[in-house]
Structures are given as C-alpha cells and as structure tokens.
C-alpha cells in the first residue's frame, strides 16, 4: 500500500471514529434528556392522584390488561427458571448432602430478586412497549391535540389510568412468579433429587422471612411506576411521523431495563443496609 492510499485509509478511519463518537453521545444526549422529561411527567403524575376515583374504570382496565394478558408469559417462565435453578443448585448440593436446603434458596432468590425481575421484564416488553406506541401513534395522529384542545388534560386522562394500574397490577405479578418458580422448584427437588416435598416446604419456611417477601412487592410496585412513566413519557414525546412511534417504542425498553436495574440495585441496598439492621 502505497503512502497516499494509507493515508486516505486513515482519514476514512478518522472519519468512521467520529461518526461512532457522535453517534453515541447524541444517544447519551437523548436518553438523558428523555430522563428529565419522564421525571417532569412524575411530577405532575404525583399531583393528579387525586383524581384516581374519577378514573377508577380506565385503572381497572389497565390492571386488567397489563395483570391478566402477561400471567401465562410469565408464569411459563418463573416456573422453568425454578426448574433451571433446581436442576443446578441441586447439582451443587447433592455432593455435599445439602440438597435439603433447596427450597429455602429458590424461595428466597424468587422472593427477593427473580420474581419481581421476571414481572418488570415481562411488563416492560409487553405493557410498556404498547403504551409508548398506543400513545405515540395518538401523539401523531394529533389525537392529543384534540384533547388539549377540549380542555382535558392528557396527564389525568392517559398517564395517570397506565401509572396506577401498573403499580396494582405488578405486586400481583411478582406474587405470581414467586408461587410459580418455588412450584417449579419443587417438582425438581422431587423428582430429580427424589426429596420430599415436606422437607422442599419446611426448608422454605425456614429460610423466607417476611421482609423478603414484602420487599419483593415494594420493588416490584416501583418497578411498575418506572415503566408506566417512561413508556407515557416516550409515547408523548414522539415526533417524525410513524418512524418516530418505532423509535419511542424501542426507546421505551431499552430505558426501561436500564432504569429497573438501577433501582433494583438501589432498593435492594437500602432493605440490606437500612431496613434490616432497623428491624433486627
């Protein structure tokens, strides 16, 4: 390769570089610009609660819709993940004579992390994906124009229902996960490592303590106001047309488990560090 073609080899090298640079902090730029705006939406979802009674049938809906339509996904997966955790946590105790321990472990691992984990994920690619695209095409279609226009406030009439209905709907999830993985638990520990199910069950009991089960709910409730808010928060702010209804439901998700994540790893710290030493 001859000195001007190396030299033009760099400069399209130069170039590639910058391009990515550029690329990923404009994406840096947008998604922490889509933070401010989620948590200005908060804030005036925050002031409209009081209105909850007056759109107590559209909450209901989205209970409904967001509770009832992810429970076989979701139950389908916590069972076979407390299988997959039988089959491998078992595979470590058994050399050890510990396997009697099994149900204890699932229990707490469901209780505490899994469960609520396997609700937000299903919710958020689910639920939170169809918020942003039901509430980005109506911000093209300039149905929320209209709303303004008639004097209601797309805060009250749209957000708050999907933010309520979330936070409802995502404890029960994360219950159901909880039963069905230590269900999936047990049929393993029964039948592969030939253990009775008194003993799955007492080692459970042993093992789970209250606070794991109730902080569990409490994670997975703040999970669901963390998804309900990025997903109206993204839907809202769509522009471009039906490109840009794509591009907030994508974004939508990607926020989404980002920020599930960093408040799971918030909240768990404060139950580990905070609540427990507080509660003996």
């Keep these: 390769m001859d000195r001007g073609s190396s030299t033009q080899f760099a400069s399209r090298l130069a170039r590639g570089q910058t391009v990515v640079v550029e690329g990923a902090g404009r994406e840096l730029v947008q998604n922490a610009a889509s933070a401010g705006r989620a948590l200005m939406l908060l804030s005036d979802v925050l002031g409209s609660l009081g209105h909850v009674p007056r ?5 209901l809906k989205q209970v409904a819709m967001s509770g009832f339509g992810s429970l076989f ?6 069972g076979l993940t407390g299988m997959i955790m039988a089959v491998q946590t078992g595979a470590a105790l058994e050399p050890f004579g510990a396997t009697s321990q099994l149900g204890g472990i699932i229990a707490v ?7 609520p984990i396997w609700a937000a994920v299903i919710v958020l690619a689910r639920v939170g994906a169809a918020i942003a695209a039901e509430l980005g095409t109506m911000v093209v279609n300039e149905e ?10 797309p805060v009250r009439y749209l957000v708050l229902p999907r933010f309520v209905g979330l936070i409802i709907a995502m404890p029960l999830l994360a219950a159901l996960a ?21 003993t799955y069950l007492d080692s459970a009991r042993q093992f789970l303590v209250p606070l794991d089960f109730y902080s ?8 669901g106001a963390i998804i309900a808010i990025i997903a109206c928060a993204r839907g809202l702010g769509t522009r471009d047309g039906a490109e840009g209804v ?7 998700v990607v926020l989404n488990v980002i920020f599930v994540l960093l408040a799971d790893l ?9 609540v427990k030493p507080v509660l003996g």
């Design 55 to 59: 759109a107590l049938p559209s909450v």
């Design 73 to 78: 996904v979701l139950a389908l997966i916590a």
């Design 109 to 115: 691992t469901f209780c505490r992390e899994l469960g």
């Design 144 to 153: 929320v124009d209209a709303l303004r226009c008639m004097s209601v406030d």
């Design 178 to 198: 909880d039963a069905v993985g230590m269900a999936g638990g047990a049929l393993v520990a029964t039948t592969m490592f030939n253990q009775p199910l008194e």
């Design 216 to 223: 569990g709910l409490f994670k997975a409730a703040v999970f």
């Design 246 to 252: 794509g591009r907030a439901t994508t974004s939508s």
């Design 266 to 274: 918030i909240l768990t710290w404060a139950v580990q560090v905070i």
